[in-house]
Protein backbone atom coordinates (compact mmCIF):
# COMPACT_ATOMS: atom_id res chain seq x y z
CA UNK A 1 0.00 0.00 0.00
CA UNK A 2 1.25 3.69 -1.04
CA UNK A 3 1.76 6.17 1.98
CA UNK A 4 -1.86 8.04 0.84
CA UNK A 5 -3.78 4.51 1.98
CA UNK A 6 -1.54 3.55 5.02
CA UNK A 7 -2.70 7.41 5.68
CA UNK A 8 -6.24 7.05 5.25
CA UNK A 9 -6.59 3.69 6.88
CA UNK A 10 -4.96 5.16 9.61
CA UNK A 11 -6.79 8.10 9.94
CA UNK A 12 -10.49 6.69 8.83
CA UNK A 13 -10.34 3.92 11.54
CA UNK A 14 -8.57 5.60 14.72
CA UNK A 15 -11.45 8.14 14.29
CA UNK A 16 -13.77 5.90 14.86
CA UNK A 17 -12.26 3.71 17.66
CA UNK A 18 -12.42 6.67 20.04
CA UNK A 19 -16.45 6.23 19.71
CA UNK A 20 -15.80 2.26 19.97
CA UNK A 21 -13.88 2.18 22.99
CA UNK A 22 -16.83 3.69 25.10
CA UNK A 23 -18.63 0.23 24.34
CA UNK A 24 -16.30 -1.02 26.45
CA UNK A 25 -16.82 1.18 29.45
CA UNK A 26 -19.27 -0.47 32.10
CA UNK A 27 -18.85 -3.27 34.31
CA UNK A 28 -15.57 -4.11 32.83
CA UNK A 29 -12.98 -2.85 34.60
CA UNK A 30 -10.42 -0.61 31.96
CA UNK A 31 -7.06 -2.84 32.77
CA UNK A 32 -9.33 -5.57 31.86
CA UNK A 33 -10.67 -4.33 28.64
CA UNK A 34 -7.26 -2.88 27.23
CA UNK A 35 -5.68 -6.36 28.20
CA UNK A 36 -8.58 -8.42 26.28
CA UNK A 37 -8.25 -6.59 23.38
CA UNK A 38 -4.48 -6.50 22.54
CA UNK A 39 -4.42 -10.15 23.96
CA UNK A 40 -6.32 -11.25 21.13
CA UNK A 41 -5.03 -8.70 18.31
CA UNK A 42 -1.33 -10.19 19.37
CA UNK A 43 -2.91 -13.77 18.70
CA UNK A 44 -4.50 -13.31 15.83
CA UNK A 45 -0.92 -11.84 14.19
CA UNK A 46 0.82 -14.74 16.48
CA UNK A 47 -1.31 -17.08 14.44
CA UNK A 48 -0.21 -14.75 11.01
CA UNK A 49 3.28 -14.95 11.60
CA UNK A 50 3.17 -18.55 12.32
CA UNK A 51 1.19 -19.54 8.61
CA UNK A 52 3.37 -17.05 6.73
CA UNK A 53 6.40 -18.71 8.42
CA UNK A 54 7.81 -14.90 9.21
CA UNK A 55 10.63 -14.95 12.02
CA UNK A 56 9.59 -14.92 14.94
CA UNK A 57 12.96 -15.56 17.05
CA UNK A 58 14.74 -12.95 18.63
CA UNK A 59 17.22 -11.72 20.80
CA UNK A 60 16.54 -11.13 24.51
CA UNK A 61 17.44 -7.55 24.03
CA UNK A 62 15.42 -7.55 20.89
CA UNK A 63 12.55 -9.01 23.34
CA UNK A 64 13.03 -5.91 25.90
CA UNK A 65 13.16 -3.55 23.09
CA UNK A 66 9.84 -5.11 22.34
CA UNK A 67 8.38 -4.71 25.40
CA UNK A 68 9.36 -1.72 26.51
CA UNK A 69 7.31 0.01 23.42
CA UNK A 70 4.13 -2.72 24.18
CA UNK A 71 4.09 -1.56 27.49
CA UNK A 72 4.49 2.44 26.11
CA UNK A 73 2.17 2.30 23.44
CA UNK A 74 -0.35 -0.57 24.03
CA UNK A 75 -0.34 -0.54 27.70
CA UNK A 76 -0.22 2.38 29.47
CA UNK A 77 -1.49 4.56 26.42
CA UNK A 78 -4.70 2.57 26.38
CA UNK A 79 -5.06 2.15 29.77
CA UNK A 80 -5.02 6.33 30.55
CA UNK A 81 -7.15 6.56 26.85
CA UNK A 82 -9.82 4.40 28.34
CA UNK A 83 -10.42 5.89 32.04
CA UNK A 84 -10.33 9.28 30.51
CA UNK A 85 -12.96 8.28 28.22
CA UNK A 86 -14.79 7.64 31.25
CA UNK A 87 -14.65 10.82 32.14
CA UNK A 88 -15.25 13.37 29.29
CA UNK A 89 -16.36 12.96 25.74
CA UNK A 90 -13.97 10.71 23.25
CA UNK A 91 -13.42 13.54 20.73
CA UNK A 92 -12.12 15.73 23.44
CA UNK A 93 -9.68 13.10 24.07
CA UNK A 94 -8.47 12.47 20.35
CA UNK A 95 -8.30 16.18 20.33
CA UNK A 96 -5.93 16.60 23.17
CA UNK A 97 -3.91 13.42 21.54
CA UNK A 98 -3.52 15.42 18.75
CA UNK A 99 -0.73 16.77 20.86
CA UNK A 100 1.39 13.77 19.51
CA UNK A 101 2.62 15.51 16.68
CA UNK A 102 4.10 17.74 19.07
CA UNK A 103 5.67 15.12 21.58
CA UNK A 104 6.73 13.26 18.55
CA UNK A 105 8.75 16.35 17.08
CA UNK A 106 10.61 17.07 19.98
CA UNK A 107 11.40 13.75 20.90
CA UNK A 108 12.91 12.77 17.43
CA UNK A 109 15.00 16.03 17.70
CA UNK A 110 16.35 14.75 21.61
CA UNK A 111 16.85 11.04 20.75
CA UNK A 112 17.57 10.69 17.02
CA UNK A 113 19.09 14.83 16.62
CA UNK A 114 16.88 16.10 14.18
CA UNK A 115 16.76 20.00 14.23
CA UNK A 116 14.04 21.71 15.38
CA UNK A 117 12.68 24.84 13.48
CA UNK A 118 11.10 27.92 14.44
CA UNK A 119 7.74 26.93 12.71
CA UNK A 120 8.09 23.79 14.97
CA UNK A 121 7.89 26.27 18.68
CA UNK A 122 5.16 28.15 17.43
CA UNK A 123 3.19 25.26 16.50
CA UNK A 124 3.31 23.72 19.62
CA UNK A 125 2.09 26.68 21.17
CA UNK A 126 -0.63 27.13 19.52
CA UNK A 127 -1.55 23.47 19.93
CA UNK A 128 -1.04 23.88 23.77
CA UNK A 129 -3.57 27.26 23.79
CA UNK A 130 -5.41 25.54 21.81
CA UNK A 131 -6.66 22.38 24.33
CA UNK A 132 -6.53 24.38 26.95
CA UNK A 133 -9.48 26.66 25.39
CA UNK A 134 -11.49 23.36 24.61
CA UNK A 135 -11.14 22.33 27.80
CA UNK A 136 -12.08 25.51 29.39
CA UNK A 137 -16.18 24.74 29.13
CA UNK A 138 -15.53 21.37 30.41
CA UNK A 139 -13.65 22.27 33.36
CA UNK A 140 -15.64 25.36 34.44
CA UNK A 141 -19.26 23.03 34.32
CA UNK A 142 -17.49 19.64 36.36
CA UNK A 143 -15.02 21.86 38.92
CA UNK A 144 -17.64 20.70 41.56
CA UNK A 145 -16.51 16.86 40.31
CA UNK A 146 -12.98 17.34 38.86
CA UNK A 147 -14.10 14.94 36.71
CA UNK A 148 -13.01 17.26 33.28
CA UNK A 149 -9.41 18.09 34.74
CA UNK A 150 -9.07 14.25 35.77
CA UNK A 151 -10.29 13.33 32.32
CA UNK A 152 -7.61 15.80 30.84
CA UNK A 153 -4.79 14.41 33.00
CA UNK A 154 -5.18 10.81 32.22
CA UNK A 155 -5.50 11.67 28.59
CA UNK A 156 -2.11 13.91 28.76
CA UNK A 157 -0.01 11.02 30.86
CA UNK A 158 -1.36 8.48 27.82
CA UNK A 159 -0.34 11.32 25.12
CA UNK A 160 3.64 11.32 26.23
CA UNK A 161 3.27 7.41 26.79
CA UNK A 162 2.37 7.26 23.16
CA UNK A 163 4.84 9.55 21.94
CA UNK A 164 7.32 7.66 23.64
CA UNK A 165 6.16 4.23 22.53
CA UNK A 166 6.31 5.83 19.00
CA UNK A 167 9.58 6.37 19.16
CA UNK A 168 10.60 3.14 20.59
CA UNK A 169 8.73 1.77 17.45
CA UNK A 170 11.04 3.93 14.92
CA UNK A 171 13.97 2.93 16.61
CA UNK A 172 12.94 -0.67 16.63
CA UNK A 173 12.06 -0.53 13.22
CA UNK A 174 15.85 0.90 12.26
CA UNK A 175 17.24 -2.36 14.40
CA UNK A 176 15.59 -4.12 11.48
CA UNK A 177 12.47 -6.00 13.19
CA UNK A 178 9.58 -5.81 10.84
CA UNK A 179 5.97 -4.21 11.61
CA UNK A 180 4.37 -7.65 11.59
CA UNK A 181 6.35 -8.90 14.49
CA UNK A 182 6.45 -5.85 16.25
CA UNK A 183 3.20 -4.77 16.70
CA UNK A 184 2.73 -8.79 17.17
CA UNK A 185 5.17 -8.94 20.59
CA UNK A 186 4.53 -5.52 21.30
CA UNK A 187 0.65 -6.49 21.67
CA UNK A 188 1.27 -9.32 23.54
CA UNK A 189 3.63 -7.66 25.82
CA UNK A 190 1.35 -4.63 26.38
CA UNK A 191 -1.42 -7.09 26.93
CA UNK A 192 0.37 -8.86 29.87
CA UNK A 193 1.89 -5.74 31.21
CA UNK A 194 -1.42 -4.73 31.65
CA UNK A 195 -2.93 -7.61 33.30
CA UNK A 196 -0.20 -8.03 35.63
CA UNK A 197 -0.74 -4.19 36.40
CA UNK A 198 -4.73 -4.96 37.12
CA UNK A 199 -4.21 -7.42 39.27
CA UNK A 200 -1.59 -6.33 41.32
CA UNK A 201 -3.91 -3.33 41.80
CA UNK A 202 -6.85 -5.88 43.40
CA UNK A 203 -8.76 -5.99 39.67
CA UNK A 204 -10.77 -8.94 39.00
CA UNK A 205 -11.60 -11.06 35.87
CA UNK A 206 -14.45 -9.65 34.73
CA UNK A 207 -15.71 -10.18 31.04
CA UNK A 208 -19.35 -9.07 29.88
CA UNK A 209 -21.26 -10.59 26.94
CA UNK A 210 -23.46 -8.22 25.77
CA UNK A 211 -23.49 -7.39 21.88
CA UNK A 212 -22.20 -3.46 22.60
CA UNK A 213 -19.05 -5.10 24.15
CA UNK A 214 -18.03 -7.60 22.21
CA UNK A 215 -18.44 -6.36 18.98
CA UNK A 216 -16.71 -3.17 19.86
CA UNK A 217 -14.00 -5.63 21.73
CA UNK A 218 -13.52 -7.25 18.01
CA UNK A 219 -13.48 -4.24 15.98
CA UNK A 220 -11.29 -2.36 18.19
CA UNK A 221 -8.67 -5.75 18.13
CA UNK A 222 -8.97 -6.10 14.78
CA UNK A 223 -9.14 -2.99 12.86
CA UNK A 224 -8.13 -0.38 15.45
CA UNK A 225 -5.31 -2.76 16.70
CA UNK A 226 -4.46 -4.58 13.83
CA UNK A 227 -4.78 -3.21 11.00
CA UNK A 228 -4.76 0.63 11.91
CA UNK A 229 -1.44 0.15 13.80
CA UNK A 230 -0.22 -1.93 11.07
CA UNK A 231 -0.56 0.80 8.67
CA UNK A 232 0.83 3.87 10.75
CA UNK A 233 3.90 2.30 11.91
CA UNK A 234 4.44 1.29 8.42
CA UNK A 235 3.93 4.48 7.75
CA UNK A 236 6.09 5.87 10.76
CA UNK A 237 8.98 3.47 9.00
CA UNK A 238 9.21 4.95 5.91
CA UNK A 239 8.99 8.65 6.46
CA UNK A 240 9.51 9.03 10.74
CA UNK A 241 7.47 9.49 13.82
CA UNK A 242 7.32 13.36 12.89
CA UNK A 243 5.96 13.08 9.17
CA UNK A 244 3.82 10.16 9.82
CA UNK A 245 1.87 12.90 12.58
CA UNK A 246 -0.12 14.00 9.69
CA UNK A 247 -2.53 11.18 10.51
CA UNK A 248 -2.94 12.59 14.42
CA UNK A 249 -3.58 15.51 13.09
CA UNK A 250 -6.85 14.49 11.14
CA UNK A 251 -8.06 11.86 13.43
CA UNK A 252 -9.86 14.16 15.56
CA UNK A 253 -11.60 15.73 13.63
CA UNK A 254 -13.72 12.60 12.94
CA UNK A 255 -13.51 11.79 16.11
CA UNK A 256 -15.21 15.06 17.06
CA UNK A 257 -17.84 14.70 14.32
CA UNK A 258 -18.59 11.19 15.54
CA UNK A 259 -18.88 12.96 19.33
CA UNK A 260 -21.12 14.98 18.71
CA UNK A 261 -23.36 12.97 16.37
CA UNK A 262 -22.95 9.73 18.76
CA UNK A 263 -22.28 11.63 22.36
CA UNK A 264 -24.40 14.71 21.59
CA UNK A 265 -20.85 17.06 22.43
CA UNK A 266 -21.97 20.81 23.13
CA UNK A 267 -19.80 22.91 21.31
CA UNK A 268 -18.70 26.51 22.67
CA UNK A 269 -16.66 29.73 21.19
CA UNK A 270 -13.92 28.45 23.06
CA UNK A 271 -14.13 24.59 21.38
CA UNK A 272 -14.59 25.94 17.99
CA UNK A 273 -11.17 28.88 18.82
CA UNK A 274 -9.66 26.04 20.41
CA UNK A 275 -9.68 23.25 17.95
CA UNK A 276 -8.80 26.05 14.94
CA UNK A 277 -5.69 26.82 16.94
CA UNK A 278 -5.27 23.06 17.31
CA UNK A 279 -4.99 22.84 13.09
CA UNK A 280 -3.03 25.70 12.87
CA UNK A 281 -0.80 24.62 14.92
CA UNK A 282 -0.24 21.08 13.49
CA UNK A 283 -0.33 23.21 10.16
CA UNK A 284 2.46 25.00 10.86
CA UNK A 285 4.45 21.58 12.47
CA UNK A 286 3.80 19.49 9.83
CA UNK A 287 4.18 21.74 6.72
CA UNK A 288 6.81 21.97 4.74
CA UNK A 289 8.85 24.96 3.69
CA UNK A 290 8.42 26.62 0.01
CA UNK A 291 11.14 25.47 -2.06
CA UNK A 292 13.40 28.49 -3.52
Avoid at 62 to 91: D, K, P, T
Avoid at 157 to 167: I, P, R
Avoid at 190 to 198: C, E, K, L
Wanted: proline share 3%; charged share 10%.
Amino acid sequence: MNNLGLYLVAVLIWGSTWLAITFQLGRVPPEMSVAYRFALAGIILLAWSVVRRLRLAYSWREHAAMAAQGALLFGLNYVCIYRAEGLIASGLVAVTFSMIVFLNIFGVRLFFGTPLKPATLAGAACGVAGVVLIFLPEISQASATGRAALGLGYALVGVVSASLGNLLAARNQRKGIPVVQLNTFGMLYGAAFVAIFALASGRTWTFETSAPYVLSLVYLAVFGSILAFGAYLTLLGRIGADRAGYANAAIPIVALLMSTCFEGLHWHAATVLGILLCLAGNFLVLRRPAQA
